[in-house]
């Protein structure tokens, strides 16, 4: 039912107008701050409009840092948490879309034991097998590593269970159409599971892309080198840092360039992101 009442219709527009302004105005404070210098950053009253100085203070945040940081710049951290996070969400997908195939189309003994046995993984998160974990990690010889960065975080039930949601909805005609042409179980796979999950993975992708880009425990627990350092652990230090030479411009210009990757990824995919949470191409 559609009601169109004016007061009803400003009112509506005016919780909207509250919300976004709401969400939005620390991100306009984080621009801000980005285009100041740091001693009128310390000074009372804040700005609240951009000032002059956003692209030198680009250049400090990108080559220089902070000046309690020996002069690093953040373009590394920013490269390691693109890497990580592109990482992260491939090999989630690659896997989980590897195991539901799996789980729906193969007849193996305990076929039901092993697809709730990798549901039963979401009750273990990260925190809660983080010593083991990092044990391993270790002697495998992949701390400071991209491969430790992402391995480990690579496991997920949670995708697994969607794309077998994804794959019980697709009819069995399909799959005898394409034995009686002759297709095997990889070509089914390739040619015709994946085309028709594509707003599915492309959902997923956004998700786990962000997932992975704000991740801070685990880098910080298998890290110890400056060039394997993530923006989002930059920041924390810089914050930590700031505690004794305030330099708000920096920090905040780099937590601007931090929310630039996952901001570029949900606009350019919104639309199979919508379509992949809402409905299946059948």
């Known amino acids: 039912m559609i009601e169109n009442r004016p007061l009803l219709t400003i009112f509506s527009h005016l919780m909207l107008i509250l919300g ?3 969400i939005a105005f620390p991100i306009w404070i984080t621009f801000v701050a980005a285009t100041h210098t740091d001693i009128r950053m310390t000074q009372i009253p804040l700005p609240l409009l951009p000032g002059g100085h956003f692209f030198e203070n680009l250049d400090l945040a990108l080559n220089k840092g902070l000046s309690g940081q020996s002069g690093q710049g953040v373009t590394r951290m920013l490269w390691n948490s693109l ?3 592109m990482m992260i969400a491939v090999g989630k997908i690659a896997i989980s879309l590897l195991s539901a195939f799996a789980v729906v189309y193969f007849r193996f003994p305990f076929r039901m034991f092993f697809f709730w046995m990798i549901f039963i993984t979401l009750m273990l998160p990260v ?3 983080i010593l083991p974990t990092y044990e391993v990690v270790a002697n495998l010889g992949m701390l400071d590593s991209y491969w430790g960065l992402s391995i480990p975080l690579i496991a997920s039930a949670t995708a697994t269970f969607m794309f077998r949601q994804v794959f019980l909805t697709i009819p069995d005609e399909l ?3 394409a034995r009686i042409d ?3 179980p990889m070509r089914f796979f390739w040619d015709i599971l994946i085309p028709m999950s594509r707003t599915n993975i492309a959902a997923l992708f956004v998700i786990l892309f962000i997932y992975g880009w704000n991740q801070y425990l685990w880098p910080l627990l298998i890290t110890s080198e400056n060039d394997m350092y993530t923006v989002v652990m930059g920041i924390k230090q810089m914050l930590e840092a700031a505690e004794q030479a305030p330099e708000w411009n920096v920090i905040m210009m780099t937590a601007l360039l931090a929310m630039i990757p996952p901001v ?5 995919m919104q639309t199979l ?3 992949g949470l809402t ?3 059948k």
């Open 175 to 177: 799959l005898e159409a």
């Open 279 to 281: 409905e299946t191409e």
């Open 264 to 268: 570029c990824v949900v606009v350019f």
């Open 20 to 22: 976004v302004a709401m």
């Open 127 to 129: 925190e809660v097998r």
């Open 182 to 184: 002759g297709a095997g």
């Open 273 to 275: 992101f919508v379509k």
């Open 83 to 85: 890497v990580m996070a």
